[in-house]
């Protein structure tokens, strides 16, 4: 009771591991193959980030002289609520083979700057770099896995995943540039080991997960100053990164479980440079520009303790630091080196049914954004923060 109650409350992390570094909503964990016997679960989880700001040096009126000074004004909260969502299913063939299935959420955005015009700005002065500045895209992970156990307790597990992003940017302040990204995908592999000793309820696991490539069609407007709006469609090529996870429980005391993980996502190698948007930041002196990309990769970490607090229910704290990716960042993703501290628990039903609940708090160290073209900071933010509430329904058999 104590390895299948305690240990799988750490299922409902997944759905709360949002607004990582860069576009990361899930930690993409493979946990869900180690379930005794068959396993189906439901997750969901509604985030509501609080990310506030400067855009800074806006061209505004300067009191009643009509004279014209560059200020900060508030970007508005750049962060939008949104739900996410998360389905497993693990099937116990025989004593050594297990098949797995798993769709989750793992990249999005979804920000939205104010935009600066309005009745103290300065008349015909331009925007700040951000104004009106919008994205919004979702992945979709569809993963398939088959794990071999070993008698000496070792399990080896692999298989495709594949991926589909959709989504849109505005930026304003190009010049009216907008993207368009319809929904299309991309395949990629998982491979993974782990080694288990039950009489201590001690399991550790490694897992690598592919880059997945994409082509995709897409289409890029913009507002020419003589012809009006203009549209073309091209090929965008990029890749989703790769990552290594290292999931890690063992017992430490009666009904305890010592709970930790790391990963490492390569998103240093993430860049998208949509032709159009390359053209027109050329146009203004800006050479390889780049729409999206980010200067690091991210290390994740946690650490936390679960406990079997009744037959029925058992509990966990867990917290947890996010390396983040530089600063400067991305206006399109501005939370970045984050600490997290998550609690929760699950409540047995009957053998059959359980059901568990999750509570994450993010919180951000201040930092500021740039963009293509401008050589000082674009925006700076203080006091960012994300709470996230989950939960999932579990069926045995």
Known sequence: ???????????????????????????????????????????????????????????????????????DIPTGDVGNNYMQYAVSGKFQLNDQL?????????????????????????????????????????????TALVAYKTPQNISIFGGPTYQSVNGSVALPALAGYDLDLPGSGGWGYVLGAAYEKPDIALRATLTYRSAVKYAHKVTETFNHPQAGAISQTSDLNFKLPQSVNLEFQTGIAP???????????????????PDLYTS???????????????????????????????????????????????????????????????????????????????VQYNWYKNQSTTVDGVPVAAAKFNNMNVWGVGARLGVNW
């Open 280 to 358: 027109l930041q050329q146009a203004n002196g800006v050479n390889n520009a780049e729409l999206v990309s980010f200067g690091k990769d991210s290390y994740q970490f946690n650490l936390g303790v679960g406990r079997q607090l009744s037959e029925k229910f058992s509990g966990y704290v867990i917290g947890g630091y996010d390396s983040g990716n530089g600063d400067p960042v991305s206006p399109l993703g501005p939370p970045d080196k984050a600490y997290t501290l998550n609690v929760g628990g699950k409540y047995v039903i009957n053998k059959h049914v359980d059901i568990g609940a999750g």
């Open 98 to 142: 297990s098949l797995g299935l798993k769709y989750e959420q793992p990249f999005g955005i979804n920000v939205r700057y104010n935009n600066d015009s309005g009745r103290y700005q300065a008349v015909g002065a331009p925007d700040s770099a951000t104004a009106g500045m919008n994205a919004k895209a979702q992945a979709h992970n569809f």
């Open 255 to 273: 009904k305890t479980l010592l709970l930790a993980s790391a990963r490492w996502t390569d998103w240093s190698a993430f860049k998208v440079r």
């Open 1 to 71: 009771m104590l390895r299948k109650t305690v240990f799988a409350t750490l299922l409902t992390l997944p759905a709360l591991a949002a607004h990582a570094a860069a576009l990361e909503r899930s930690d993409q964990s493979t946990a869900f193959m180690f379930e005794p016997g068959n396993r189906v679960e439901l997750g969901a989880a509604y985030v509501a980030p609080s990310v506030k700001g400067q855009a800074l040096d806006t061209p505004m009126f300067m009191g009643s002289s009509g004279t014209v000074a560059n200020y």
